[in-house]
């Protein structure tokens, strides 16, 4: 995929081979091509870390664990020294250093953060991964590591977090941001991408279900969120390319004690490393 680095309310793109070759496979067969967006729904982008993020890489006390649960390894950073801890969860093809700014602000409030790259991301093994895992991964981290009192996702990442929170993750307050929400919208918006017919998504959820259990839609975020009790700050931006902010503004309306901040023109992941989103957490979380 390609990223326009001027204009960040500009969607990234799926090349025209993959759009071309998904075509073609979908007029061989429906089966085929169901496989073939799993198998591109499932791969991350690995990027190389930005300058921005190389002091909190080489600062952060790293190791490789394994999560029991779902057999993969995933390497966790340790930033910071204090005992009062946040967890920080990184989105869709991102690392455990991308919430960089944001960690280094909890630093200056006294906290320390726990990270780290989910299964087939960054430094971590594998090259396929799904949020089960990224969930997985959170559940145990936290035995771990935890306990954690704040925790603060970005786009899947923030999926994950009220995912781990409905599963049992105690948290004082969590913080999500430009956060997916109905599972059945990310796979229809991913395949229309791809120009395919409508009834691959479902075919898409149908295999994913019969492969790891349980139903995808049980996954959306607003489900998570209608069960939630402490405070959580939803963040979006009115211009994300990406995910659409209409997202953050349903899983705000089911939440039971919750903060909504709209954004413009920060896009997708400028909003990590804007002035105004950070003090806006440092006030939720001081609050």
């Not at 455990?96 to 280094?104: E, F, N, P, V, Y």
Request: glycine share 6%.
């Amino acid at each position: 995929m390609t990223k326009n680095t001027t204009n960040h309310t500009k969607p990234l793109k799926i090349p025209k081979i993959i759009i071309l070759s998904s075509k073609f496979i979908a007029f061989l067969s429906t089966k085929w091509v169901t496989i073939y967006a799993s198998k591109l729904f499932t791969t991350p982008i690995k990027h190389k870390i930005p300058k921005r993020e190389i002091e909190m890489d080489k600062k952060s006390l790293q190791q490789m664990i394994v999560v029991p649960s779902i057999n993969r390894k995933v390497n966790i950073y340790e930033y910071g020294r204090s005992s009062k801890k946040v967890l920080l969860v990184h989105g869709w093809s991102g690392r455990g250093t991308q919430l960089c700014k944001i960690a280094d602000e909890m630093i200056r409030l006294g906290y320390s953060t726990v990270s780290f790259d989910a299964p087939a991301h960054g430094k971590s093994p594998g090259n396929s991964t799904i949020m089960v895992d990224f969930i997985a991964s959170v559940i145990e981290i936290d035995k771990q590591f935890g306990p954690f009192e704040i925790a603060i996702g970005h786009s899947l990442g923030g999926m994950t977090v009220m995912n781990a929170i409905k599963e049992g993750l105690q948290v004082k307050k969590a913080v999500i941001i430009g956060s997916g929400d109905i599972v059945q919208d990310i796979t229809d918006d991913f395949i229309s991408k791809l120009g395919l017919k409508s009834e691959i998504s479902k075919l898409l959820c149908e295999r994913f279900e019969k492969k790891y259990g349980g139903i995808m839609d049980d996954y959306s975020a607003y489900k998570a969120a209608e069960t939630t009790l402490i405070p959580t700050l939803v963040i979006h931006d009115e211009n994300d390319p990406e995910v659409s902010v209409k997202a953050g503004i349903h899983i705000h309306q089911h939440l039971k004690n919750g903060e909504l901040m709209l954004t413009k023109r920060l896009g997708h992941r400028k909003i990590l490393a804007d002035h105004q989103v950070i003090e806006k957490i440092t006030n939720f979380i001081q609050k």
